[in-house]
């Protein structure tokens, strides 16, 4: 009898691109979601690790590449032949490392079929977001070996327009020796480009002289722009331009809650830090919602009233259940009392016949909501499931127009834990650049079990009641948007940031003692 031939495995190794999550390409995320081991790179940032930790299996191990390039491919090769699917992780693109192409070389001889995948390089990364082009992609050059350089040939793509060199932060001087022994004129400008998409990426300009100096503070692989290109940098570059750029936002938020308000931030350029203030669980008896739902089903009410997100869930979590779903809402009309508690019901694959044109409160619900006609409404009961602190205004407004209300508590919210030391320390001294509070509990709770954000912080609320409950504890409320929404409060924060960047280009604010001070704290304090 013949035994089977175990089967060789594949290696793959995927360009990570610079660190911007999103630059990841679909090829390299159905390689990462198919791996069994992946080997990275130490120096990719951590949001990026995390991103592809998402895609990872359960079981499969992700580590950092470590030894020598033949010492990690041994590790592959090894891998593959146990019939596993390993991934290098490399930063940015494959072949501009030197190293990498030792890995694969060492993978080719041992006859072990491979894949690569490419990836965004850091050079052109920067072309593109920090909006300096090459003349030419000739110009795009990735340094592993200063000493590999050759003067005559940089000062030639710097003749050309621009040249475009990735190189480690420590041989940014034997770089600039390289340049003036080239011939290159010392006043050319320079742009010094460090954690190239990520978070805090930020970029120097000064000259082939001084650019040493002026990149001092950067770490790991940097970007060095060249030439004419520097100059567009002010028309084209937009990832350090965005009105929130730089700006540390909390969000006290759960994570669940978060997801939507985060990725608005980032994508104004914020940086997000969730601390959940508030915890929802069960009501303390089920008995409610049971005669709630029964109700519903059983035609004993005309309206249903969600007035949050958590409400919709609670009572969907109790359709599902009793094996219940949308069709139970037939002849049922639905209010929402704003535009996000809408997409909750809508997710549930139904319309509400109800939500605000208005202010999305208590109030502006109230203002459309229509009065119980006992000749049309053969039904004049409404059901309102909502948190057990939420407030009587709702309530006692149904009630005035003539309505019947079952008020049932559909969930408890709860204080979440202190958040830990450090992120309480940056809330009181000063540590977040802004904090984004989406209802009144959020401020109560923040307050409770992490202190008053400090009095630089610029403090955005969602509508009018928040607003209130956050004067009462002494806040100064900077944004605060036309509609109740997230994505509107996200945008109320981003165009308050604008006006500020705006009025300190134009009016510099002076010191006590006359010095001149430039920055987001300068008229904060006005």
Excluded at 465 to 473: C, G, K
């Amino acid at each position: 009898m013949t035994r089977a031939r175990k089967l060789v495995g594949r290696i793959c190794f995927v360009g990570a691109g610079p660190g911007d999550p999103g630059l990841l390409t679909k090829r390299a995320l159905d390689a990462l979601s198919s791996a069994s081991q992946v080997y990275y790179d130490r120096s990719l940032p951590e949001p990026l690790l995390s991103a592809v930790r998402e895609q990872l299996g359960e079981d499969v191990i992700c580590r950092p590449a470590e030894g020598s390039p033949s010492d990690v491919a041994k590790q592959l090769i090894a891998h593959a032949k146990d019939g596993d699917r390993p991934v290098r992780l490399i930063g940015g693109d494959i072949y501009p490392h030197a190293a990498i192409v030792t890995e694969v070389r060492a993978v080719s001889e041992a006859k072990v079929p491979f894949d690569s995948v490419p990836g965004v390089s850091h050079a052109a990364a920067v072309a593109a977001y920090a909006g300096m082009p090459p003349a030419d992609y000739r110009a795009l050059v990735e340094v592993d070996d200063v000493n590999t350089l050759d003067p005559a040939t940089l000062a030639a793509a710097v003749g050309r327009g621009t040249l475009v060199l990735t190189v480690d932060s420590g041989d940014l001087g034997a770089v600039r020796d390289v340049l003036l022994s080239g011939a290159v004129d010392g006043t050319t400008p320079v742009a010094v480009t460090g954690d190239v998409t990520g978070e805090t990426q930020h970029t120097a300009t000064s000259t082939v002289d001084t650019f040493v100096e002026a990149a001092l503070g950067f770490a790991g692989r940097v970007v060095l722009t060249i030439g004419a290109g520097v100059h567009e940098r002010d028309v084209l570059g937009w990832w350090e331009n965005r009105p929130l750029y730089g700006w540390k936002v909390l969000v006290p938020r759960t994570k669940e809650q978060a997801g939507v308000m985060s990725e608005r931030l980032r994508a104004y350029g914020a940086i997000p830090c969730e601390v959940p203030t508030i915890a929802v669980e069960p009501p303390r008896t089920p008995a409610q919602m049971e005669r709630a739902v029964k109700g519903l089903v059983d035609g004993r009410y005309a309206w249903i009233v969600f007035t949050s997100v958590n409400a919709v869930r609670a009572i969907r979590e109790r359709f599902e259940e009793h094996g219940l779903d949308s069709r139970s809402f037939g002849g049922v009309k639905i209010a929402c009392i704003g535009e996000a508690t809408a997409e909750a019901v809508r997710s549930f694959g139904i319309e509400p016949e109800l939500v605000p044109s208005g202010p999305q409160s208590s109030e502006g619900l109230l203002d459309e909501f229509p009065p119980h006609d006992p000749v049309l409404d053969l039904v004049g009961r409404v059901l309102l499931p909502r948190a057990d602190i939420a407030t009587e205004i709702l309530a006692a407004g149904l009630v005035d127009r003539g309505w019947e209300i079952d008020d049932v508590t559909a969930y408890r919210t709860v204080r979440a834990a202190p958040p830990p030391a450090d992120i309480r320390d940056a809330i009181k001294s000063g540590g977040f650049d802004a904090v984004l509070f989406t209802s009144s509990s959020t401020v109560r709770n923040l307050v409770g079990i992490a202190g008053k954000p400090h009095a630089r912080t610029v403090v955005a609320v969602i509508g009018p009641a928040t607003a209130e409950t956050a004067r009462e504890f002494g806040l100064r409320v900077d944004a605060q948007p036309e509609h109740s929404t997230v994505p509107d409060l996200v945008e109320a924060l981003a165009e308050y940031a604008s006006e500020l960047k705006r009025r300190l280009a134009e009016a510099p604010v002076k010191t006590r003692r006359g010095a001149k001070v430039q920055g987001p704290t300068a008229l904060r304090f006005r």
